[in-house]
């Protein structure tokens, strides 16, 4: 493979200082001879206002107003004994990509993948919907009626509620008050009520019927701590509470236990100042309040709450420090508000997908030096003993009917009941894979890329 990166000038004025931004970015790469080329999204002006800011604060030529971790609380915290293993590959590498679960099934939409039966077209911003079954067989589903990167996706009230994200109108790319909803029961979509503000790189979790969408950045790069709450009986929005910090590319779950949001580190300050501290919203939905903080800061991660342990673990992501992909695992107790280190993944990633099903967690995509397409299940120590691997069937793609897009009519159907069942998908296998396709992402990735993992 021939990896040929083009850098790219951009110039630009803010008040008195002038100044000029080379950067390596995933403009093209060139797979072979003659093939067809990659061509990614150019940054934005803000995009590269990020990456000059992130550059002068990682070389010390200006100061940040860095939040400076706390000592979490209980270091010593015997943690959960996790291990890691691959899965089933997606049909094509893909990351930044909208995720939800139903019952035990996960769904991809949208985000940066390369598509095709031999995965090298390449329409950067996505609008492929795909399903991965409890046995690991991936299917096509009806496509996003509108191509978004960098969204966000939660199953609530019986349909998927797709928010924001970033999408391409002509040669431009902006934050959207785009929201998609998916019925899977008649496998089609309909457009659903704006966002009150524009949002991509935030948070969207549900709690009963109730869709909070919290935090990332809106089409200018300013990071918010708002919260909208949408209610999916009336598809009203109300506002919510404001978190402490505004933060984009950060993780969040809800915790199941006491039905209250956990948020977890993430970026701030155009993108570039890390976030060690943790909050949670409370059951009601009216108050934010702050807890313990890592040791370590991370954004472009993926939070997974698992009912089995009552913890949560943060996974990989970035770190603004070393200005480097994470391969590390760390785990958070509400009970005690405390943090610790678990095994690792093995292969560095951001901008993936990850949910917990049927008591493993489960990490699908992202990116490294290349987007991947390789899946990693964790399993817990003492766990049920996994069935037999079962030959994953490749996705198939059944033609469906154009959608037309109609006038949101919600219907209240109820979400089904996820009775916990032994595991019944593939066992866990080694070693690594060979890192798959894919574009290269030059670093630092800015402002991209983060899906509810729960």
């Known amino acids: 493979m021939n990896e040929n990166f083009k850098y790219e000038s951009f110039s630009e004025s803010t008040k008195n200082i002038s100044f000029t931004v080379t950067e390596i970015s995933p403009l093209e790469l060139v797979h072979k001879p003659n093939s067809p080329r990659l061509v990614a999204p150019k940054f934005s002006p803000a995009r590269l206002m990020m990456i000059f800011l992130a550059g002068l604060s990682a070389t010390g030529l200006i100061a940040q107003n860095f ?3 706390k000592e979490a609380k209980g270091a010593v915290l015997a943690a959960s004994d996790i291990s890691w293993g691959f899965g089933s590959e997606s049909p094509c590498p893909v990351s930044a990509a909208a995720s939800t679960k139903i019952a035990d099934s996960l769904y991809l939409m949208g985000g940066l993948r390369l598509e095709g039966a031999d995965c090298t077209s390449s329409p950067i911003y996505s609008n492929v919907n795909e399903k991965r079954d409890v046995d690991g067989n991936w299917s096509l589903k009806a496509p996003l009626l509108t191509r978004v990167n960098n969204a966000d996706a939660e199953y609530v009230n019986g349909k998927v509620i797709v928010t924001g994200g970033e999408g391409v109108d002509g040669s431009s790319t902006n934050a959207l008050k785009l929201v998609q909803i998916y019925n899977p029961d008649t496998d089609s979509w309909m457009f659903g009520p704006d966002l009150p503000k524009e949002r991509q790189g935030h948070q969207a979790v549900a709690v009963g019927n109730k869709l909070v969408i919290m935090g990332g950045f809106d089409k200018f790069g300013v990071t918010l701590d708002s919260t909208d709450i949408l209610d999916t009986n009336t598809m009203t929005y109300s506002p919510g509470p ?162 037309t897009p109609v006038a949101l009519a919600p219907t209240k159907t109820p979400a089904p009941t996820n009775t916990p069942v032994p595991p019944t998908f593939e066992t866990p296998v080694g070693p690594p894979p060979m890192q798959t396709g894919g574009f290269g992402m030059g670093l630092p990735v800015v402002a991209i890329g983060k899906n509810v993992a729960q």
Do not use: C
């Not at 978190?243 to 809800?254: D, I, P, Q």
């Not at 949670?280 to 954004?299: F, G, I, N, V």
């Not at 967690?361 to 003993?385: M, N, R, Y």
């Open 67 to 69: 939040e400076q971790p």
């Open 242 to 403: 404001k978190m402490n910090k505004v933060r984009s590319n950060f993780g969040a779950a809800l915790n199941e236990a006491t039905n209250e949001i956990d948020v977890f580190q993430g970026n701030s300050g155009n993108g570039m100042i890390p976030i060690f501290g943790s909050e949670k919203l409370s059951s009601d939905l009216s108050t934010w309040s702050m807890q313990a903080s890592s040791s370590k800061s991370r954004y472009n991660h993926q939070t997974v709450y698992l009912p089995s342990t009552g913890t949560f673990f943060s996974i990989a992501g970035q770190n603004v420090d070393i200005m480097g992909i994470l391969k590390d695992v760390e785990e958070y107790n509400p009970a005690t508000n405390t943090y610790s280190f678990v095994s690792s993944l093995n292969l560095e990633r951001t901008m993936f997908a990850a949910h917990s099903v049927n008591g493993r967690i489960i990490v699908i995509g992202g990116t490294s030096d290349f987007t991947t397409k390789s899946t990693e299940i964790g399993v817990l120590a003492g766990s049920e003993t996994a069935t037999p691997t079962k030959t994953a069937k490749p996705a198939t793609n059944t033609p469906t009917a154009t959608k």
